[in-house]
């Protein structure tokens, strides 16, 4: 059985720093990106929740992880704005 796996776009304002990620468990990770203790997202205050697909393997999420990290700035917040207009960090609408 394949585990869902999950590929999702952060920001720290609307429109500011974006990040893209990959994960196999996204509440947790979110929960870890929250805690701010390193790397890019501590840096940059990146924890909001902007945007997230879910995938049926680690494969696929990879594979659309290279895929939106290659586009441009201009087609993330595409992707933001078709999931999220208003910019909310979708993260309490995980049921957490």
Do not use: C
């Amino acid at each position: 059985m394949q585990e869902k796996s999950y590929t999702y776009i952060l920001f720290n304002k609307p429109h500011g720093t974006l990040y893209t990620g990959v994960t196999s468990n996204l509440i947790k990770r979110m929960q870890e990106h929250k805690s701010l203790t390193s790397g890019f997202t501590a840096k940059y205050n990146v924890t909001q929740l902007g945007y997230f697909e879910e995938h049926t393997s680690v494969v696929d999420a990879i594979e659309r992880e290279k895929k939106i990290k290659g586009g441009s700035r201009k087609k993330k917040i595409a992707l933001i704005e078709s999931m999220n207009p208003q910019w909310k960090d979708l993260f309490s609408e995980l049921g957490v």
